[in-house]
């Protein structure tokens, strides 16, 4: 309880120390349930028997005991259902949602009781946390899931009541829909809504299906089926559609897929409904078919601005402004037929602006503008809420002359603001709290699902808990706003905390208990332990949400021609400012003290505080704790711990592909520019290139969170046709990749996943390769247009094709990680050590250092490229060492190769 911070009424100590070793593992694979199960469930329940100070009572179910019944059966099976006995609670006045844990009886059952089935699963999951170290995280097939039956139960010595901190709970983006759930079925989302619950969320986003009811809408207004289709775009990117960003690009959208995401909308909603959660609706925002000027005469539409580089005919979408006269009588009609086809909780997205300016900056206009949006809304629903995102404050239009009359104009009690990027970018106090309007503390985190291990685990634990009780603040709620999820759950399961928090978290102290936790019985291995440490300091830090992702995903460029450069000369490196020693930039390489170099980067870590050397201590740490826990029985290597053991693998991988890509450049760099031949060494470097992309694919395929062939299969499952199953499969491949027709948004929302990585990736940098090295043989320069040509008719192939992937994994990966580790971390050769000495110039690569600074990854770059003779443990390879050219400088060591 002294560990979360918890806003208790009566405590009993901790339980950590008692919990027992694991004797049996849970086959989750032989409990899951289908609808009959759960049916028999609920007449149960009906039945369930409760005890009053020892005394056996029947206990009646209601609607939200069975709700929470159903998300222990759904999550850990329907067996376990038999452990509680749930019962409904009445807060106290001035509480949020409340649950209580109750002091044991002689039932043998945990009494748990909640003010909805949202606060019963919160006390559930707080129970199995703290007496059973259960987690509950992402993972495919329930891989996330760490659940062993402590032997025997341990009881609750004295009742806990624990309240939420803040009124609401938010849980996803308006982009999340797209990249994660775009495939998902009615038994992924019930999932998703049992985590959901088990984590308090009390207010989720629930925009599918909503173009079901758009379409229905403006049919009833006379709008054809054709008209409708040049409006919606495919299943993959409707989130942009919605937004007003792109029209018809990957269609169509067709009336059979429509209604099938609505009717699982329905069971979605009635799953959450039941739980006690507040679903928030799509609204309507004015982004609108083309065709309504032709079915409501008279109206006027203007075209929305080109974005995200798409042509006319994908972009320039038609947009209602909100102060014309048609725009709440139109709102009105959409609302109705909304509330009439899916119900209400009352509170309903809308975001006027997103990536985009409003016509005008007049005070007034924007009042209008805010009103009118708001008129629509009530007109059809009185007590309707309007929820937006503060994302369009960061456009410079905005300021306190643009935002606050345009917030004036809707009363506080009629809208909630998410301040949608807090952990980096926080608007409310920019803002005098969005001038009173309620906001919610949001964690963004992610965007377009791409992979690296990153977060701030200081900020998030702090930060909200102070913001909410900062003088004049109008907070009311945190929230998760990650672009796309099922990645670094560790910064999720914290943030999430912060919900039940009144006090700011002990960071170390909760990471020990969550390494428990996940791992179970090898949570206490001190090699894994360790690893967390080394992570929590080298990755989980960051100021903004995302660190290094490295290369690998990225289209490759041919390198440009240099001019005026001297080789020998080091232009990024200040011998006598040991702060700059080994900075780096993310897409460009510039002096540390350029004024562009705005980034935020550390001087020992490099990228934002990213600690390149301390990712791959904490592999070598969970490699070693991995293997001793399957050698000792402790733990079979599946679940969560191979999902980390992979992630962090992956990680230290693809920064060393970073660096063979800086050392491949260079080789050719030397050929382009100073005209020498470089050609054994382009080869050797491109070898190694093009060998570790293979096994970063190899490594991704041990586990099953890394597969592409899951989300391509996923995808395909909503096709009735061979030729729906080919456009389903071609909008999962595109959004991966090219994103649009011909690379717009290119690589944005990147996978390391297995296939992906082994046949896209592996062909883009094979293709870059092979025409650096053509170039450098045969002496001419490279034709880039040619080249960009050739790699973007190449990526359109890959996305038009519909080769399979595997969808089950390989083996365990403790046995490969260590031969990773072994061959990439290395050395061959051996090395002198000069303290505290540097050379000025001379380096491999003149324009950047390696990313890694390991120093054992050092060493095999060094052996690997037959120009190094040594290098700077700040990352610099040097083609010269001589004693002449060497300087002292504190804090920085020469490490020189023996011949």
């Known amino acids: 309880l ?118 019963i699963s919160k006390g559930v999951y707080w129970y199995l946390r703290e007496y059973w170290n259960v987690t509950v995280t992402w993972g495919f097939n ?75 809408y403006y049919k009833s207004l006379g709008m054809t089926e054709e008209e409708l289709q040049a409006y919606f775009s495919g299943p993959a990117f409707l989130a942009w559609n919605r937004m007003g960003n792109i029209r018809g690009w990957a269609g169509p959208l067709t009336p059979d897929l429509r209604k099938a995401q609505f009717d699982l909308q329905l069971d979605s909603l009635k799953f959450m409904r039941a739980l006690g959660m507040t679903s928030v609706l799509s609204g309507f925002s004015g982004h609108v078919p083309a065709a309504l000027e032709r079915v409501v005469p008279g109206i006027k539409l203007t075209e929305s601005a080109g974005w995200g580089n798409f042509n006319a005919s994908y972009t320039r979408v038609r947009l209602l402004d909100p102060t014309d006269e048609h725009f709440v009588p139109l709102a009105k009609g959409f609302y109705k037929m909304q509330i009439q086809l899916m ?108 992979r690296s291990l990153c977060g701030n685990l200081t900020r998030i634990a702090t930060q909200p808990a102070h913001d909410r009780t900062a003088p004049g ?119 540390p003290k350029h004024p562009y170099n705005n980034m935020g980067l550390h001087p020992k870590k490099g990228y934002g505080t990213y600690g390149f050397a301390g990712v791959t201590a904490a592999w070598r740490l969970m490699v070693s704790g991995a293997s001793m826990a399957a050698e000792s029985g402790t733990n079979a290597i599946g679940g969560p711990l191979s999902y980390d053991l992979v992630d962090v693998g992956r990680q230290v991988l693809v920064d060393a592909h970073a660096d063979l890509v800086v050392l491949a450049t260079a080789a050719f760099d030397r050929w382009n520019a100073f005209q020498k031949n470089s050609s054994a060494e382009l080869a050797t470097v491109g070898k190694a290139l093009i060998g570790i992309i293979e096994d970063i694919d190899t490594l991704l395929m041990t586990d099953t969170n890394y597969l592409l062939g899951h989300w391509l299969e996923t995808a395909k499952t909503w096709g009735t046709t061979d030729a729906a199953r080919r456009q389903m499969e071609a909008n999962a491949r595109y959004q991966i990749t090219l994103w649009g027709p011909s690379g717009q948004i290119n690589d944005y929302a990147e996978k390391h996943w297995s296939g992906l990585v082994g046949t896209y990736y592996h062909g883009r940098w094979s293709l870059w390769l092979d025409t650096l090295q053509t170039a450098v043989n045969t002496g001419t320069q490279v034709d880039t247009g040619k080249y960009g040509s050739t790699l973007l008719a190449w990526e359109q192939a890959w996305c038009q094709s519909n080769n399979t992937y595997p969808t089950t994994a390989t083996s365990v990966g403790v046995a490969l990680c260590q031969s990773l580790l072994q061959k990439y971390t290395k050395a061959t050769g051996s090395y002198t050590i000069a303290k505290d000495t540097v050379v000025n110039g001379f380096d491999v690569h003149p324009r950047s250092a390696l990313v890694s600074k390991d120093v054992e990854q050092l060493k095999w770059f060094c052996d690997l490229d037959p120009l190094c003779v040594g290098f700077i443990s700040t990352g610099y390879l040097k083609t010269a060492v001589d004693q002449a050219d060497r300087k002292t400088l504190a804090g920085c060591d020469l490490y020189v190769k023996e011949q």
């Open 2 to 119: 002294q560990r979360h911070n918890y806003c208790v009424q009566a405590s009993q100590p901790n339980q950590r120390e008692s919990r027992t070793p694991v004797f049996w593992k849970i086959r989750m694979a032989e409990t899951r349930l289908g609808a009959s199960a759960l049916f028999l469930i609920m007449v149960c329940s009906c039945m369930a028997v409760g005890h009053v100070g020892g005394a056996r009572v029947r206990r009646q179910a209601t609607p939200a005991t069975t709700a929470a019944n159903k998300v222990i059966a759904t999550v850990f099976g329907e067996q376990y259902q038999t452990y509680f006995d749930l019962c409904d609670i009445k807060a106290n006045a001035g509480e949020n949602d409340t649950f209580e844990v109750r002091k044991s009886t002689n039932s043998g059952k945990v009494q748990i009781c909640g003010t909805n089935g949202v606060a």
């Open 142 to 216: 329930f891989s996330g899931v760490n659940f062993k039956v402590p032997s025997p139960m341990p009881s609750v010595a004295e009742t806990v009541r624990v309240s939420s901190s803040v009124k609401w709970r938010y849980y996803m983006n308006v982009c999340t829909v797209s990249y994660s759930s775009a495939w998902w079925d009615l038994t992924r989302w019930e999932y998703e809504i049992a985590w959901m619950a088990l984590h308090g969320i009390n207010l989720p986003l629930s925009f599918t299906g909503q173009e079901y009811v758009i379409a229905e």
């Open 343 to 450: 119900g209400t909780d009352h509170v309903y997205n809308v975001d006027t602006f997103n990536e985009m300016n409003p016509a005008s900056s007049d005070p007034g206009y924007l009042a209008n503008t805010s009103a009118a949006v708001f008129a629509g809304m009530r007109a059809a629903d009185p007590d309707a809420i309007w929820l937006m995102q503060g994302w369009l404050f960061l456009s410079g239009f905005w300021n306190e002359k643009t935002v606050k009359p345009y917030l004036d104009a809707v009363p506080n009690s009629g809208m909630i603001i998410l301040d949608l990027y807090t952990e980096a970018v926080p608007i409310w106090s920019r803002y005098e709290s969005y001038y009173g309007k309620p906001f919610v503390w949001c964690m963004l985190h992610n965007f377009g699902g791409r």
């Open 473 to 591: 603040s109008s907070m009311v709620g945190i929230g998760l706003t990650p672009e796309a999820i099922e990645q670094n759950p560790v910064v999720y399961e914290m943030m999430l905390e912060t919900g039940w928090n009144t006090e700011a978290i002990d960071v170390p102290s909760w990471i020990t208990e969550y390494v428990y936790d996940r791992y179970g019985a090898a949570g206490s291995n001190a090699d894994l332990q360790a690893a967390w440490v080394q992570l929590t300091d080298a990755v989980y830090q960051s100021n903004f949400g995302q660190t290094f992702l490295g290369n690998l995903h990225r289209s490759p460029a041919i390198p440009t021609k240099k001019s005026g450069i001297n080789e020998h000369e080091d232009l990024y490196a200040e011998p006598n400012d040991p702060s700059t020693m080994g900075y780096m930039q993310h897409t460009s390489n510039r002096h």
